[in-house]
C-alpha cells in the first residue's frame, strides 16, 4: 500500500466509478476489490466495499460508506490535456456518463466528483501573467469546456 492514497467516498458504486475512470483516462486501474466477509450495518456478505485504483497514475481508495457524505468542489482532479481533441474527449466522457457541465472547465461525474479538465495551452497563458494572462482567464470565464482556440485567441490579443 502506498503511503499516501487518495480516499474518495462512494455511496454503494465504488467499484463501477473505478471501472469509469480506469477505462477513460491513461495510466488507471482497478487494483483491487474487496468485499465484505460478513453482514453489517447497511450490507450483506459479499457486496463492496473498497475498491484501490489509480487514475493518471494516482492511487486512490474508493469506499462505499452510504449517503451519509457528498463530494463537493473542495476536491476535484485537475487533469491536464495537449490539445482539443484530449479535452473534448475527457469532458465528454463525463459529462457524457451521466455526469454535469460547470463553468470554466469544470465538471462532475455521475458520482457527484469534480474534475478539471485543463488545457495546457490556458495554464501557459496564465503562467506568462500581465495582458496575456487577463485576457485567456477573461474568456475562460465565459466557457464551460475549455475552447483552446479562442484561448490562444486572446492570448494574443485577438478577441
Known sequence: MNKNTICLWYVRDAEEAAQFY??????????AVHRAPSDFPGGKAG???TVHFTVCGIPCFGLNGGDTFKHSEAFSFQIATDDQE???????????????????????????LSW??????????????GDVAKRAFE????????????IE?????NV
Do not use: H
Not at 474527449?89 to 460547470?102: K, L, M, P, T
Open 22 to 31: 480506469a477505462q477513460t483516462f491513461p495510466d488507471s486501474a482497478v487494483v
Open 47 to 49: 457486496d463492496v466495499l
Open 86 to 112: 484530449e479535452t473534448d474527449r475527457y469532458w465528454n466522457a463525463i459529462v457524457g456518463n451521466g455526469g454535469e457541465e460547470s463553468m470554466c472547465g469544470w465538471c462532475k461525474d455521475k458520482w457527484g
Open 116 to 129: 478539471q479538465i485543463t488545457p495546457r495551452a490556458l495554464t501557459d497563458a496564465f503562467s506568462q501573467g
Open 139 to 150: 474568456a475562460m470565464m465565459e466557457m464551460r469546456k475549455i475552447d483552446i482556440a479562442k
Open 153 to 157: 485567441a486572446a492570448a494574443r490579443g
